[in-house]
């Protein structure tokens, strides 16, 4: 066995390993800390590709293996965590079970990504990270803003988010990617508006800040394909 070769495969699994672990917490009623998890499992899902372009040993593999890591880490557990307090905020037996679209459209989500050419300089749809990291960052929003609870983690207002956050995920909708071909301002000014936005957002309110740094992902985007048609 080639162990070189094996090493982003290594940490693909650590990146799986996360998730599965952020389920069990959250299924113990630990809601927030599934945000912890997805947040490591999103580092594990950025060092597997880098170790694998620095050691180049780029496989077939390691790249089903990555989305199928990436279905627990970024698909169940978020949608586990969001039916986990969906089912403490309703006595119904039926409502939150309409929040575990986000599983099934994050794994048709991903499987399009590996067959779709069109994303090599920008994403079409919302990335599953992202939409991770927005959904497992809601008890933090409501824990630093109390006065939001009525609106964000009411029954009806989970579910609505889960639906909501999943079509993004499969829409045609052109998002920013985060690669620059150059460090030119006027070419990237989007992306560096993005990531000022992303640091002020999280030094203020750490992971609180995280469903206001997607919120904003997706109207920069908008805005940038607005001039971009013009």
């Known amino acids: 066995?080639?162990?070189?070769?094996?090493?982003?495969?290594?940490?693909?699994?650590?990146?799986?390993?996360?998730?599965?672990?952020?389920?069990?917490?959250?299924?113990?009623?630990?809601l927030l800390y599934g945000a912890y998890f997805v947040i490591l499992s999103a580092g594990f899902d950025f060092l597997d590709g880098f170790a694998a372009r620095l050691l180049k040993v780029q496989s077939d593999m390691g790249k089903e293996l990555d989305s199928l890591a990436d279905v627990?880490?970024?698909?169940?557990?978020?949608?586990?965590?969001?039916?986990s307090l969906?089912?403490?905020?309703?006595?119904?037996?039926?409502?939150?079970?309409?929040?575990?679209?986000?599983?099934?459209?994050?794994?048709?989500?991903?499987?399009?990504?590996?067959?779709?050419?069109?994303q090599s300089d920008r994403f079409i749809g919302l990335p599953t990270p992202a939409n991770a990291l927005l959904l497992s960052t809601l008890p933090h929003l409501v824990a630093h803003w109390p006065e939001l609870a009525p609106w964000v983690t009411s029954p009806i207002a989970l579910v609505v988010i889960a639906w909501v956050a999943s079509i993004l995920l499969v829409s045609e909708l052109p998002l920013i990617a985060l690669k620059f071909?150059?460090?030119?301002?006027?070419?990237?000014?989007?992306?560096?508006?993005?990531?000022?936005?992303?640091?002020f957002c999280f030094a203020w309110l750490q992971l609180a800040g995280i469903p206001l740094i997607i919120?904003?992902?997706?109207?920069?985007?908008?805005?940038?394909?607005?001039?971009l048609k013009k």
């Not at 070189?4 to 069990?24: E, H, R, Y």
């Not at 006595?91 to 939150?96: E, K, R």
């Not at 920069?220 to 607005?226: I, K, N, R």
């Open 1 to 30: 066995m080639n162990l070189k070769a094996q090493l982003p495969n290594f940490i693909t699994l650590l990146n799986l390993l996360s998730g599965v672990l952020g389920i069990l917490w959250v299924l113990e009623g630990q």
């Open 72 to 83: 627990v880490s970024f698909g169940v557990l978020p949608g586990i965590l969001l039916y």
């Open 86 to 118: 969906t089912k403490t905020q309703t006595d119904s037996q039926f409502l939150p079970y309409l929040t575990l679209i986000v599983p099934m459209l994050s794994a048709y989500r991903l499987a399009k990504f590996n067959l779709d050419t069109r």
């Open 181 to 199: 071909k150059n460090s030119s301002f006027a070419d990237n000014t989007y992306r560096y508006t993005l990531l000022c936005l992303g640091a």
């Open 215 to 227: 919120i904003a992902y997706l109207l920069l985007s908008g805005v940038e394909q607005l001039f």
